[in-house]
């Protein structure tokens, strides 16, 4: 909870507008530790929407387009140092590339993009950018995650050799894109989501989470997907082998149609040594056992809890953080980078968000699955 | 997650310098939701110390003292609409008063004072104030809480009998405050905090929530305090039984020795046709069971909750909200009911917020408690 | 899991006709370790249903009454060696005193008897008698409660400060003794049952459980008992604060007037340095916590667990043994201490169950709670 | 818990002797209910050591070997009427067939045989024989297991989509079969337990559960299965993707190498309606999700709960029933399949238990899931 050592960075935002979900997310995400000040936005691909929703927002620079918006505020001595990019995933390249192309920093909603042929595009911008390009696998975010993966760094579970990782939904059991869902109907649509359903929505958050948390690297996958809700053309539910250098193997599961789960993105990591278990929507725990002694559970900012969890903690154990203060630890990390970045300096130590490698990572997770699934579960190397 | 009509409102501070802990959580509760903006302070009883935290936080307005602070704000164009105090429980009179008088809206942590005779004296200045008084019982903010208390008001669970409240803790199993804590120091303090330790601290929210909740008027208690750790002047564990009006009981349980305990506030309630059973360390969970159907668990959002929850909430079930949340909701209800006020309207339906009526109630259950204590636990009409 | 070194003992049975619901339990229990054989019976009061009763069970040996039974039992040589008493509460004593008398030894279903006075004859019987009384205060047979005593025992939580103990269901929330319920019509007839409801009923168990745990000694206690139910004439509902020697405190909850609850009978108890916690409803597990470390999980012959779980479990952890299993354990300790009385020799060591003192100590909770309730929960000595 | 028309059946055993772990199980399971009397056995293949645990259980007729003891008993006019295999897996077929020739109904621990080869032989005999073949998928026995297959039946989740299991455990994360464990030392052992590791001790239980529940009929599986303990002849692990008639799909994942996970039998079945959870180590609850609803936990004889549970269960709701009891309740219902032919008649309305078939199926599943990972995890037909 330290202080600004000045005022909060200037922040922009693409996508958004009334009626979007993660929009709001973002917003408060980069408000609640102060680092960030909303002045500009495209918030909607549709003008007057956009212009409407920046009204309600009390935003004063809204803007026609992406387009419009970089160029005026790459211009401006008060321009926007960072922009938030929060459309669909096919809407992330063009905004992205723009902004990068003029230093400006882009904090980018996952997946990276619809296609890899976009993601490949980005990428080249990207490294060729003086800027930063932060992407929001926002569960990396969470203390007891951060806990984990310095537990499995130092060795307390010994060689890995099992990751098990899920994502289980119910929203979409029954046809809600055809039933009004303005969420749905993009998320299942090939043209504004890519070509991954489940796959891409929540498959890429377990996929990353296991590699964040692991330190793993994959090698190959088999997936066999389904559509089980008939009409729809992506996929719902996503049944995954994984292998990874060293040996070690994993299996993903990714679903929106279980009734009876929510968010219930949940990972166990096994090794030599010790097994860790962990699951979002009971976030402040995290269960650790030292083969051959009782099951530990390691609360945030609790006994046994270490600096990399304490430091994306705001209040002493026993007072729930959630999905926001998770949210808002990615925008705390970019701030950090941001600051860094613009001092000339090295980011504070131990400063960690996924990055453009993360995404690439994640469309190739995606097209990987789509392939493996189309030769009947074959292994495809990643 | 509607955006504010206008600019945000002027906030100050009192209290909350650097190493204080509930400060924080007020700075953050204020901004999550955009409605306040911290412009001026007077940070701690030691000024050098007040404006050090000042020019951390990186706030202009830095006042020696709150006298001061209060006269220069009242008179400005720009001056704080409202302010924040979050000091010690025997430095909330004094600014409260300071701030009412001068037609201020104050927003106090609780327990409302640290003596009755000041809680006393802050009413009749409350009273005759045009300013809204809003004390932080913060528990009260969580979803689920207003969803369990909408279930009660309609009818869900039949007439109450019986309501069950603990809040444990751990944290002062040995004796902190000899240790260097200043959390323990002043909280274990009788001219800091009051008559009251366990019981002033952590039981005055079990307290307000049981009755929040059951909506039950509480007739007479009869309570057991111990001070476990030797040389500890306050109780640091409460034993209470309590009797509501038309016939319900119930049990209170306040400790801060009980190993394994972080924050275990947990409610019970049972009325003739049902139940319902809520604990904030899991806050997005309720569990209703409606007398000889299975029991059901109702989520944020999610299947069976209503408005009086959603309006409390953020984002869609499954993603947890947690204490930050919650404690940001009761500065959301102030922002709709100080803006209501300064509109000269009545807030929007559902404003729901504690007052200084349950401050008083608070102050009168500590000072019951240690009467009964005192009397060997005999009954105190309350 | 050893065998027995000779054929089972032959046990005889008064009370428990069809019908009956701790007969069942008591005859499987019995019979679960091949450590007893159900050889005579007088399963019920009125002798057609006694004989029908044993028909069914296809028991040989049915007697018209208790008295015939010991009567006959006393002088055959291939007698009953143990009776188990299952009757309603006010006729323990009766046959008791006529097993007891002739040398049977008698395993007794809680609590004591009806009346103190009748408690106070048997426990002069007993007293004169070479028979072994053993009381079915059954959860005293857990695996894990065995562990926690012992934890206990061995200073694992030092200075024991705290015992929170709670036995709450919800099967008489409404008037089921009206509606055709044997079990609540003798349960909530004081004619039968006695002076307590839920206090003797469940209350009794609770209290028990405590004390057997924590090893303390109670002193005093203070009780606000109510029957929510119009027209029940013993309590549903007990509120009882309790004080131990040494200084330590408890509550104890009993009440079957919670919809949501089953058999939710939990033991809390804290020390000067650490704390632990059971639930009957999830048996196997006990939770740790050292002050200061993270939680510990400790399950039935998992890591952790010692000797004295080890001894009444007969399979591998992870696989739950159960209500039935505890009482067998009872049964296995009588057993064990029957054979050692008949071999004039000591029990093996550990072996334990509960004994006349506790069930004089039960009928004294009971009547303690009454008398201090009728006093408006004044304190009563224990 | 309705009583034995006439005596107990007369039960021999095959295998169990000092030091096994199952045999005991069968012993008690055998006994808990007064169906079956253990008179007979052949209880290790050496005899000095079968007539010495006979010896220490009280059993007068000890042979020598199982050929002995098929031969005399089916010629006493006292002798065993059925008999427990308890044998390692490639002990079953050889007793199973001997007995069974001779008309005595066989109850024999899962997997069936250690190849198939065997399993072939031992179906030819069985289907050829007037005895009955029971096979101890003890899970099955579970009450709120047949709960959850009478609600699947009964159209409660609509089209069943997916089947999610896993039997996870930590016992061989370590090379516990080089360091005296003789369960380690059979159960590793390709010539004793047959080509699958854990697949076969502990896969084919989560499969034979997700068949039993779901009702559906398997296609094809693709596995991928290792040996992560260096030395180790059979594997240890098991990831397993499944394809069932009618399009449903799910995961199983068998393991024996994860730290903090006793006996982690856990299924999940989701439909178009609905989804149910239910997991062995708390196996009095399931959870059913009505989409759109909130979840709902039915309790063993609880709200909910139906006849199919109710007539494997013994008491009331609150009381843990365990595995123990399960497995107890597939010797029941071997007792009333036995009892019915023995009276030429068609067993009770509701009585099931595994058969051959359900044997057979198992070790098509281990065969399958070696013939898949040897192909890569190619898809197998089942």
């Known amino acids: 909870m330290s202080a600004p050592i ?53 935003l004063d620079r809204s803007y026609d387009d992406f387009t419009a918006m970089a160029e005026a505020e790459a211009t401006r001595a008060d321009g926007v140092e960072a922009v938030a990019i929060v459309t669909p995933n096919h809407r992330h390249a063009g905004p992205a590339i723009e902004f990068l192309k003029r230093g400006i920093h882009v904090i980018c909603d996952k997946p990276l993009t619809a296609t890899m042929d976009e993601a490949r595009q980005l990428a080249e911008v990207a ?29 307390d579970l010994g060689t890995i050799r099992l990751v098990q990782v899920e994502y289980v939904q119910e929203w979409l059991t029954e046809a809600a894109e055809t039933k009004g869902s303005k969420q749905a109907e993009w ?14 929505d929540i498959g890429t958050h377990a996929y990353n989470l296991a590699c964040f948390v692991s330190g793993l690297e994959p090698q190959a996958l088999a997936a066999d997907l389904s559509s089980f809700v008939p009409g729809r053309a992506l996929d719902d539910n996503a049944h995954v082998l994984l292998r990874f250098a060293g040996g070690a193997k994993g299996m993903l599961w990714a679903s929106q149609v279980a009734p009876g789960n929510e968010n219930g993105l949940r990972l166990r990591v096994y090794g030599e040594k010790g097994g860790l278990e962990w699951a979002q929507e009971d976030p402040n725990r995290l269960w650790f056992t030292p083969f051959g002694e009782p099951k530990r559970l390691i609360t945030r900012n609790g006994a046994g809890a270490g600096p990399e969890a304490a430091r994306m903690s705001r209040i002493p154990p026993g007072h729930p953080e959630g999905y926001l203060e998770a949210f808002a630890n990615l925008y705390a990390e970019a701030a950090r980078a941001i600051r860094a970045h613009q001092a000339g300096e090295a980011p504070p130590l131990g400063t960690t968000y996924p990055t453009l490698a993360d995404g690439l990572a994640g469309m190739r997770f995606v097209e990987a699955c789509v392939q493996s699934s189309q030769a009947n579960a074959a292994w495809v190397t990643l």
Request: glycine share 18%; charged share 15%; aromatic share 6%.
């Open 187 to 200: 998320r299942t649509d090939p043209a504004r989501s890519g070509a991954g359903g489940a796959t891409g």
């Open 127 to 155: 490294r060729a950018s003086r800027a930063l390009f932060i992407l929001t696998h926002n569960y990396t975010g969470y203390p007891m995650v951060r806990q984990a993966r310095a537990m499995v760094a130092a060795g």
């Open 6 to 58: 000045r005022g909060p960075i200037r922040l922009g935002m693409v996508g958004g507008g009334e009626g979007a979900f993660i929009g709001g997310v973002h917003r408060i995400a980069a408000r609640l530790d102060g680092q960030f000040e909303l002045v500009a936005g495209a918030l909607s691909s549709t003008p007057e929407k956009a212009h409407a929703s920046a009204q309600a927002l009390g």
